[in-house]
């Protein structure tokens, strides 16, 4: 479902033309996400699937800062894009540091990836909730982006039964980025799947 946002988020901004009510600082986030956590794209390989897929994810989260900050710049409005970089960039740094694997510098930058992927659509959901609509298209990305990290939650049930493994750094941010995204998911499966229009309560 990852994939399927980032697709939906392309064809967005390159049918549209604009790059209006995509939040520049969750994409700039999430490009941090991707960077940090797929550092061992050029050092370890362990399928061809595996390392296509990271560079999709590193390459496409760069390109789409492109259109938004160099294409497209003149429909991207920074004066709704207001939450602060460092009131998320600061605390995962910390909590990296404190809670992880082992203290090893992929394993600190692994979770650093896992807390901040967690609250990285945080400065898109403010930025919503300042305009209080959006269009359908952008609107289904989050959508999908929602549901993305939604199903993860039975995967770790499969795991744990099936596999005897549970990682709780990954679960813990799973739990608090699917929570982050239960109003909107709320309203976007009550109103914008039966056809309706998106619009937050007043």
């Not at 492109?66 to 009131?87: C, G, H, N, S």
């Not at 289904?140 to 039975?154: C, D, K, Q, S």
């Amino acid at each position: 479902m990852h994939l399927v946002s980032i697709i939906i988020l392309l064809l967005k901004i390159k049918k549209t033309r604009s790059a209006a009510g995509i939040s520049f600082k969750s994409q700039a986030l999430y490009t941090i996400v991707f960077v940090t956590r797929y550092l061992d794209l050029f050092t370890k390989f362990v399928s061809l699937y595996n390392t296509v897929m990271k560079a999709f994810f590193i390459g496409s989260s760069i390109y789409i800062l492109y259109l938004m900050k160099v294409q497209f710049k003149a429909t991207w409005d920074p004066k709704l894009d207001t939450l602060r970089y460092e009131y998320l960039l600061i605390p995962c740094a910390i909590l990296s540091l404190i809670i992880n694997q082992s203290f090893t510098f992929v394993e600190i930058l692994w979770a650093f990836s896992i807390y901040l992927e967690a609250v990285a659509i945080l400065p898109q959901l403010f930025q919503l909730t300042r305009t209080g609509e959006a269009e359908n298209i952008t609107i289904h990305y989050l959508g999908a982006l929602g549901m993305y990290r939604a199903l993860y939650i039975p995967n770790w049930i499969y795991r744990y039964y099936a596999e005897d493994h549970l990682d709780w750094i990954a679960v813990v941010s799973g739990v608090v980025q699917t929570a982050l995204y239960s109003d909107f998911l709320y309203i976007y499966v009550t109103r914008v799947l039966k056809g309706k229009s998106f619009r937050l309560p007043a």
